[in-house]
Nanobody, 122 residues
Framework: VQLQASGGGLVQAGGSLRLSCAASGRTFSSYFMGWFRQAPGKEREFVAA????????SYADSVKGRFTISRDNTKNTVYLQMNSLKPEDTAVYYC????????????????WGQGTQVTVSS
């Protein structure tokens, strides 16, 4: 599976962005998907995850109520809708895919995309 993240950019605090992650291959629906982020000088951290059919989602406490993960298996794409953005959300955002739902456990993901930069100005 190859993953291509897009949709990042520069936005003011309080604004919104929607990230997309397009996957290659015909087995997208068999993978659970996740979003992680890494800010400069910090460890990569979990943001959100979604099960294969979208029935189960998981979020980091820092984004609950502001971010929404979703997927469209007909388009082989997973999304991250980010609202009420804060400067501390500034990071490179990565999408990832795994065979079994691992939530925030990054070693459980088998494939990673290249990342898209999100910058939130104050």
């Amino acid at each position: 599976v190859q993953l291509q993240a897009s949709g990042g950019g520069l936005v003011q605090a309080g604004g919104s962005l929607r990230l997309s992650c397009a996957a290659s291959g015909r087995t997208f629906s068999s993978y659970f998907m996740g979003w992680f982020r890494q800010a400069p000088g910090k460890e990569r951290e979990f943001v959100a995850a979604i099960s294969q059919r979208g029935g189960t989602t998981s979020y980091a406490d820092s984004v609950k109520g502001r971010f929404t993960i979703s997927r469209d298996n007909t388009k082989n794409t997973v999304y991250l809708q980010m609202n009420s953005l804060k400067p501390e959300d500034t990071a490179v955002y990565y999408c990832a895919a795994g065979a079994r739902f691992s939530g925030s456990y990054s070693p459980g993901y088998d494939y990673w995309g290249q990342g898209t930069q999100v910058t939130v100005s104050s």
